[in-house]
């Protein structure tokens, strides 16, 4: 959403492709920087509001410094002022576009049903909960329906493709210590890898590759 936000801010000042949420075109001497800022600060402070008290308070916090410092070296005046308009106007349009969407399911649920035999659903080891439980049924942004490449259910717990398949996380799995492994140097680092939240990393990633290469709004 904050992507989608900040993508409709810089079209509509500088069209080069289909709008997602936000239609309007504004004039080209419109802030690109103060619309990108306004537009993901918009987004960030509407969701991260929407979250349990605990978790909220310090997001925002986060996202309003983070605002206040894109800003600092925009030059005040009519190009700034119309730039935080169109930013905050499109974070509306997507916020709007995504307000009944069913993401407002809850975190977790301690009260999920759990089985009790071999190959029934149980909590993680470690955690009294199940995370977002009705998540399957948000609706997607592009997908027809959110089944849609979802994948076909585990083999029966007593055929041999699911013998072979937790044979293999036996033998990969095991941390070298308590439980063995047979895992390559290489295999390790990658699960260590694959291990962080995506979105910190691939964003992580983005930030790094925009420097580097001094992209542009349009670019990043």
Known sequence: MVHIAVHDAINAIDRRSRPYAYRQRVRPSTSLDAAVAAAARGVLVGVIGQLPSDCSGTGIDVAEAAYAAAL????????????????????????????HDGSDTPLIDPDFPQGDRPGEY??????????????????????????????????????????????????????????????????????????????????RIARAVSAERRLDPWEN
């Open 72 to 99: 600092a070296p925009i030059p005040a005046g009519e190009a700034r002022d119309a730039g935080i308009a169109v930013g905050r106007a499109s974070a509306a349009s997507i916020l709007a576009r995504r307000a």
């Open 122 to 203: 149980r909590f993680t080891p470690g955690f009294d909960f199940a995370f977002l439980p009705g998540w399957g049924k948000v609706t997607p942004f592009e997908l027809a329906r959110g089944s849609q490449f979802r994948p076909r259910p585990p083999h029966a717990i007593r055929s041999k493709a699911y013998a072979a398949d937790l044979n293999e996380v036996k033998a990969l799995g095991g941390d070298g210590i308590t439980t063995p492994h047979g895992r390559t140097a290489d295999q390790t680092e990658i699960g260590l890898f694959w291990r962080e939240s995506s979105p910190q990393q691939w964003n």
